[in-house]
């Protein structure tokens, strides 16, 4: 597995975007301009999403033509959005080197949740994933993380409550990146969503599990678990080898006793015929008991790398036999299918290259 943490490719761009006031300051210093400049230039940016210096009203007017002159914003082109008949949105992204990315807005009655990248490809190498067949190419920066979120919300008239890491890429090989950026997304001054609505989904990267918790991060916890047993799991997700189940789960109990209130998530994407026996969810239902938890079921979307999802009748049995769990699941609906933004479907055509998302 490769460290992908040390490799990220930032942009030449220089943008105030995902930067937190502090280095804010630092960018304005060579200007002379005092301090709390910086601190208006975040919330301007952050919090009221503006696109340009001009709208920055309590800045002086040279302040603002010098800004504009030397600096951007906004650095992410929107490339494509597409809209589902059940209210799914998709926006393709093309960033400053010409990499696309995606983000998913899943509307429902009482939340509204962007589903954002980290990086642009992966290095894990998931079976199923889509993404995961690109390789990894580079990691996003934090602005380039943020402005997902802050473009999404401009464009939709959906107020956006939830935001989960479960785009492309893994996020703890991107851990600064992805942590900085949720603190802005967090930030009462900045985008303000609440950090417990804030997910990251990681497929059990276990030194950074544990360095989440000892930092005590406010943000949520999700596992991709997709397997209960150490041969099939190496079989499906090859991050298997280098931290074994027992490791992984060690790892999600020393989470759960430091965060004595939460429920951590478990996601398991159904395959037919690898991993969705009858049997392999009795093994499921014993490795999750001993932990305060929720399990959500995903029947895999068609995304053609082969798997399917299990017909309707065997999706019956499963129901019967998992709902006996004392724990909370859920099956999930497949959202966004008719426009392939359903997770593991995502597929974006540009420029004749075919770009894939898990
Ligand atoms: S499922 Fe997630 S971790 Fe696995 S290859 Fe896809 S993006 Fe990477």
Request: include cysteine; charged fraction near 25%.
């Amino acid at each position: 597995m490769i460290d992908t943490e040390k490799l990220a490719t930032e942009p030449k761009a220089d943008t105030f975007l995902g930067k937190t006031v502090l280095r804010i300051e630092e960018m304005l210093r060579p200007l002379g301009e005092p301090g709390y400049r910086a601190g208006q230039i975040y919330k301007w940016i952050h919090h009221f999403n503006a696109d340009t210096f001009d709208e920055m009203t309590n800045l002086p007017q040279s302040l603002r033509d010098t800004l504009h002159a030397r600096f951007q914003i906004k650095t992410l082109q929107r490339a494509q959005v597409e809209m589902s008949a059940d209210g799914t949105e998709k926006y393709l992204w093309r960033l400053p080197d010409n990499r696309h990315i995606e983000s998913v807005l899943i509307t429902e009655a009482r939340r509204n949740t962007v589903c954002i990248s980290s990086q642009v490809g992966c290095s894990l190498g998931c079976e199923f994933c889509a993404t995961g067949q690109m390789g990894f190419i580079r990691n996003l920066t934090s602005g380039e993380i943020v402005e997902q979120v802050l473009q999404i919300r401009k464009l939709t008239k959906h107020p956006i409550t939830n935001i989960v890491f479960m785009g492309m890429g893994e996020p703890f090989l991107n851990y600064h990146r992805a942590v900085q950026a949720s603190r802005i997304l967090s930030d009462p001054e900045g985008l303000a969503i609440s950090a417990k609505k804030i997910t990251f989904s990681t497929s059990g990267v276990v030194p950074k599990i544990y360095q989440f918790t000892d930092e005590a991060q406010p943000f949520k916890l999700a596992i991709s678990l997709h397997a209960a047993n150490q041969p099939l799991r190496e079989r499906i997700m090859p991050i298997a080898r280098k931290f074994p189940l027992n490791q992984l789960m060690e790892s999600v109990r020393y989470y759960m006793r430091a965060k004595r209130q939460n429920r951590v998530t478990f996601e398991y994407i159904l395959l037919h015929g690898i991993n969705d026996s009858l049997a392999n969810m009795k093994q499921l239902i014993s490795l999750l008991s001993p932990i305060r938890c929720k399990l959500n079921l995903i029947p895999c979307n068609q995304n053609n790398l082969g798997f399917s999802a299990p017909p309707p009748e065997h999706l019956d049995k499963i129901r019967e036999v998992i709902m006996k769990a004392d724990f909370p699941v859920t099956i999930r609906k497949n959202r966004g299918e008719d426009i392939t933004a359903a997770c593991g479907q995502l597929a974006v055509e540009v420029s004749e290259k075919v770009i894939f998302m898990k």
